[in-house]
């Protein structure tokens, strides 16, 4: 494989896509080139998990010891929750 020269689809600059990298994809079996140059990627990657945000998390009261704890999804009240201390003794 020898290095190729594409050309950015975002910002249009041309950039190398080796043949260390063309062999990296060929390993994972990517069908495709990068369409994009690497701060391209990088500020799409960024932007994606800017977009994401923070995890919102609940507080409620454990089912088995009644602590005070958060939890990452919003109860039902149709299944109990614990905190970690109890989830991990009932595994």
């Known amino acids: 494989m020898e290095d190729k020269t594409l050309v950015c689809k975002d910002c249009g600059v041309e950039f190398i ?9 060929a ?3 990517f ?7 690497p701060d ?13 945000g923070e995890r919102q998390y609940y507080t409620v009261n ?7 704890t958060q939890v990452p999804f919003k109860p039902t009240g149709i299944r109990p929750v614990y905190c970690r ?5 009932n595994q």
């Open 40 to 52: 391209c990627r990088r500020a799409r990657k960024q932007a994606a998990a800017e977009s994401r």
């Open 31 to 37: 069908q495709n080139e990068p369409a994009r140059c």
């Open 85 to 89: 201390d109890c989830y991990q003794k």
């Open 62 to 68: 454990c089912s088995e010891c009644g602590v005070e």
């Open 27 to 29: 390993e994972k079996g």
């Open 17 to 25: 896509f080796s043949a260390t990298e063309q062999e990296f994809y």
